[in-house]
């Protein structure tokens, strides 16, 4: 029902259509119903607008922002249509950008559901990490002012419940029997000799948590490493907040940036902390993305199950990321580390969002056995401690094949085959289980952290020494990695054992590990050669 009594509601706003693709289900595990969300509270959203021009082939080399908005972003006439529609209707347009489609609202709650069609209410529910959360809802499809239908093709940010959780598994030093510190990895990974990360910046997104300089300047020194440049970014009015949960998000943030700094220590890294919401986490996207100088790589341990997602969410997502390939900017994301179920409930599938985004270099996750001083690998295998505690892969149900993985995925060989085979998960994987995780610090102790949340900054990094070596930014990297009739041996460790659940690792890619960990030198021979 409205939140506005009769006299704040506007003829105008009775020319409504519906937003294809916003239908929200309601929130899982609801503990308590506090009422409708007071109409007078003040609450921004983001809406997003349809291309000029659709970007169906990503370019081969990265084009500059102001080339994006000129062809891919919104049109004049699109935005200035909005701006005044929106204004129109009582809403105060904050910010507004062509190159990103974005237009910043900000309003009464009673207003924005007005304009928008939906009802809030204010509950308690489970959200992704288990934990209770309260926050605004809305269930089923929003509508939009009929001057802009097919205009308007998102409006995220009215439900602000948590939108994704953290990809990690932490245990205390103490009671593994088997880690590695990052620069270990590094050399374990063969990471190419020479490179640093000078002159590339790598971007890291959080949803939550902070970090404080002791802990870095400690960490760091302790390996015999300058510590790096390190900015925090707000966004949405997320801020860098460390102390708050040491065994939660402090630990995802803490292990992304000590991952990054440790592997490349000369990269510039700028930490973007945004809300844990739909709009926050696009929002953070695309501030990463479309920073100037463009980061190399942006790394992304955040991610829920696809079904989770609206559809117009996944949607924008996946342009945003798109749109950071087409600027040369290569998004690395966590698998998720749940197994082939990412911790659904209804006894199938799922893949992990925004990993199973196709403009993404999804990152699964290994365990692994390696000698710390040669670097010699003796074993590793698929990560899988259980069903709650194991990589995320398998193949998606809402994007299909790309046409650079076409002919590499074999969707028959990994049982069970699914039914309309979609893009497959993961690209790429790296050493995740915690039992042989990553020795870290966070909030003044020294712990081991696993998950494939580790994954995407170790990838994130690599991208980094390898752009260094080639003087160049990869973008959407898969088509270079991805070569019919090239062994992925050419450039990786093959993961063959093991499985995630309903799917079992095999040679070359399979939905567990994807072409397999790294061999850094290889890597960069392969690049030098492919380019």
Same mark, same amino acid.
């Given at each position: 029902?409205? =939140?506005?009594?009769?006299?704040?509601?506007?003829? @105008? *706003?009775?020319?409504?259509?519906?937003?294809?693709?916003?239908?929200?289900?309601?929130?899982?595990?609801?503990?308590?119903?506090?009422?409708?969300?007071?109409?007078?509270?003040?609450?921004?959203?983001?809406?997003?607008?349809?291309?000029?021009?659709?970007?169906?082939?990503?370019?081969?080399?990265?084009?500059?922002?102001? *080339?994006?908005?000129?062809?891919?972003?919104?049109? +004049?006439?699109?935005?200035?249509?909005?701006?005044?529609?929106?204004?129109?209707?009582?809403?105060?347009?904050?910010?507004?950008?062509?190159?990103?489609?974005?237009?910043?609202?900000?309003?009464?709650?009673?207003?924005?559901?007005?304009?928008?069609?939906?009802?809030?209410?204010?509950? =308690?529910?489970? !959200?992704?990490?288990?934990?209770?959360?309260?926050?605004?809802?809305?269930?089923?499809?929003?509508?939009?002012?009929?001057?802009?239908?097919?205009?308007?093709?998102?409006?995220?940010?009215?439900?602000?419940? $948590?939108?994704?959780?953290?990809?990690?598994?932490?245990?205390?030093?103490?009671?593994?029997?088997? &880690?590695?510190?990052?620069?270990?990895?590094?050399?374990?990974?063969?990471?190419?000799? !020479?490179?640093?990360?000078?002159?590339?910046?790598?971007?890291?997104? *959080?949803?939550?948590?902070?970090?404080?300089? /002791?802990?870095?300047?400690?960490?760091?020194?302790?390996?015999?490493?300058?510590?790096?440049?390190?900015?925090?970014?707000?966004?949405?009015?997320?801020?860098?907040?460390?102390?708050?949960?040491?065994?939660?998000?402090?630990?995802?943030?803490? %292990?992304?940036?000590?991952?990054?700094?440790?592997? +490349?220590?000369?990269?510039?890294?700028?930490?973007?902390?945004?809300? #844990?919401?739909?709009?926050?986490?696009?929002?953070?996207?695309? +501030?990463?993305?479309?920073?100037?100088?463009?980061?190399?790589?942006?790394?992304?341990?955040?991610? /829920?199950? *696809?079904?989770?997602?609206?559809?117009?969410?996944?949607?924008?997502?996946?342009?945003?990321?798109?749109?950071?390939?087409?600027?040369?900017?290569?998004?690395?994301?966590?698998?998720?580390?749940?197994?082939?179920?990412?911790?659904?409930?209804?006894?199938?599938?799922?893949?992990?969002? $925004?990993?199973?985004?196709?403009?993404?270099?999804?990152? !699964?996750? =290994?365990?692994?056995?390696?000698?710390?001083?040669?670097?010699?690998?003796?074993?590793?295998?698929?990560?899988?401690?259980?069903? #709650?505690?194991?990589?995320?892969?398998?193949?998606?149900?809402?994007?299909?094949?790309?046409?650079?993985? &076409?002919?590499?995925?074999?969707?028959?060989?990994?049982?069970?085959?699914?039914? /309309?085979?979609?893009?497959?998960?993961?690209?790429?994987?790296?050493?995740?289980?915690? /039992?042989?995780?990553?020795?870290?610090?966070?909030?003044?102790?020294?712990?081991?952290?696993?998950?494939?949340?580790?994954?995407?900054?170790?990838?994130?990094?690599?991208?980094?020494?390898?752009?260094?070596? =080639? #003087?160049?930014?990869?973008?959407?990297?898969?088509?270079? %990695?991805?070569?019919?009739?090239?062994?992925?041996?050419?450039?990786?460790?093959?993961?063959?054992?093991?499985? #995630?659940?309903?799917?079992?690792?095999?040679?070359?890619?399979?939905?567990?590990?994807?072409?397999?960990?790294?061999?850094?030198?290889?890597?960069?021979?392969?690049? @030098?050669?492919?380019?």
């Amino acid at each position: 029902m409205s =939140t506005e009594t009769p006299e704040e509601q506007r003829p @105008e *706003e009775t020319q409504s259509v519906p937003l294809a693709g916003s239908e929200r289900a309601p929130a899982p595990g609801v503990r308590d119903i506090h009422g409708p969300v007071d109409p007078s509270r003040r609450i921004e959203v983001t809406v997003i607008l349809r291309r000029q021009e659709e970007l169906t082939e990503l370019p081969t080399t990265p084009i500059s922002r102001d *080339e994006l908005a000129s062809r891919y972003g919104a049109s +004049a006439a699109d935005l200035d249509l909005a701006v005044l529609t929106f204004s129109g209707l009582g809403l105060d347009v904050i910010d507004s950008d062509a190159a990103s489609r974005r237009i910043r609202l900000a309003g009464t709650v009673g207003r924005l559901s007005s304009v928008f069609g939906t009802s809030l209410d204010e509950l =308690t529910s489970r !959200g992704p990490d288990g934990t209770a959360v309260t926050h605004r809802h809305r269930t089923g499809g929003l509508q939009v002012p009929a001057a802009l239908d097919g205009i308007v093709v998102a409006v995220l940010g009215l439900d602000d419940r $948590p939108q994704a959780r953290a990809q990690f598994r932490i245990v205390p030093l103490a009671s593994t029997g088997t &880690s590695y510190t990052p620069p270990q990895l590094g050399k374990i990974y063969n990471f190419p000799d !020479g490179t640093d990360g000078s002159g590339q910046t790598v971007a890291i997104l *959080e949803l939550g948590g902070g970090f404080g300089q /002791q802990d870095l300047d400690t960490y760091f020194q302790g390996l015999g490493i300058s510590t790096p440049t390190v900015t925090a970014v707000g966004v949405d009015g997320g801020s860098n907040q460390p102390g708050q949960d040491p065994t939660g998000a402090d630990g995802e943030v803490l %292990l992304d940036i000590e991952v990054v700094g440790a592997l +490349a220590p000369k990269a510039n890294i700028v930490v973007y902390f945004a809300p #844990n919401t739909d709009a926050g986490f696009l929002d953070a996207i695309v +501030a990463a993305s479309h920073a100037s100088p463009a980061p190399t790589s942006i790394s992304i341990s955040w991610g /829920q199950s *696809e079904d989770a997602w609206t559809a117009q969410a996944r949607a924008s997502f996946d342009q945003a990321m798109a749109d950071a390939a087409a600027l040369g900017v290569t998004v690395t994301a966590a698998a998720g580390d749940n197994g082939s179920s990412d911790g659904a409930t209804d006894s199938k599938d799922h893949a992990d969002f $925004p990993a199973s985004s196709p403009h993404v270099l999804a990152c !699964g996750g =290994t365990r692994l056995q390696a000698d710390a001083a040669t670097g010699a690998i003796s074993a590793e295998t698929v990560w899988n401690d259980g069903p #709650n505690s194991a990589t995320g892969g398998g193949y998606s149900d809402v994007f299909p094949v790309p046409s650079w993985q &076409s002919g590499s995925v074999g969707h028959a060989k990994h049982k069970p085959a699914p039914k /309309q085979p979609g893009r497959g998960v993961p690209d790429v994987s790296g050493v995740a289980d915690p /039992q042989t995780g990553y020795q870290v610090r966070v909030d003044g102790k020294d712990v081991v952290i696993g998950g494939t949340s580790a994954v995407a900054p170790l990838w994130a990094a690599l991208l980094a020494r390898l752009a260094q070596a =080639t #003087n160049r930014r990869f973008g959407l990297i898969q088509p270079l %990695l991805y070569q019919k009739g090239i062994p992925s041996a050419s450039g990786f460790h093959d993961i063959t054992s093991g499985s #995630n659940g309903s799917y079992n690792a095999g040679t070359g890619w399979d939905p567990c590990t994807g072409l397999g960990s790294p061999d850094g030198k290889a890597l960069l021979a392969l690049l @030098e050669a492919r380019s």
